[in-house]
Nanobody, 117 residues
Framework: QVRLVESGGGLAQPGGSLTLSCAASGTIFSIYAMGWYRQAPGKQRELVATITSGSITNYADAVKGRFTISRNNAKDTVTLQMNSLKAEDTAIYYC???????????WGQGTQVTVSS
C-alpha cells in the first residue's frame, strides 16, 4: 500500500515563502515520478510541478521561477519550495506519485496553503 503524506502547508503573506514536503511509504520511491497539484475553491485540480525518477522537472507557467520541486530518494521525500507567493497560489496542494513503467497513480490527502495579508 503506497501512502503519501504532505506537510508544511499554512498561512503566508504575499511575497512570502512556504515549503511543502511529501513523505512516501510502502513502495520503492525511486521508480516513481512525483508531482504537486493544487485545487482552488471552485476550480479544477491543476498541475503545479513534476519531477521524474531521473530528476527532470516540469512546472506550470504560473509558478515558473517561483517554485522549485526536488526529491530525496534516500529519504523517500519530495519537496516543493514556494517563493514569492501570491494570493492566487491559495489552494489545497496534493502530492502525486506515478509509477513510471506501469502508471499506477497515488495521491496524498492534501495540505492547505493560504496566501493572505
Amino acid at each position: 500500500q503506497v501512502r503519501l503524506v504532505e506537510s508544511g502547508g499554512g498561512l503566508a503573506q504575499p511575497g512570502g515563502s512556504l515549503t511543502l514536503s511529501c513523505a512516501a511509504s510502502g513502495t520503492i520511491f525511486s521508480i516513481y515520478a512525483m508531482g504537486w497539484y493544487r485545487q482552488a475553491p471552485g476550480k479544477q485540480r491543476e498541475l503545479v510541478a513534476t519531477i521524474t525518477s531521473g530528476s527532470i522537472t516540469n512546472y506550470a507557467d504560473a509558478v515558473k521561477g517561483r517554485f522549485t520541486i526536488s526529491r530525496n530518494n534516500a529519504k523517500d521525500t519530495v519537496t516543493l519550495q514556494m517563493n514569492s507567493l501570491k494570493a492566487e497560489d491559495t489552494a489545497i496542494y496534493y502530492c502525486n506519485a506515478v509509477h513510471e513503467m506501469f502508471r499506477y497513480e497515488y495521491w496524498g490527502q492534501g495540505t492547505q496553503v493560504t496566501v493572505s495579508s
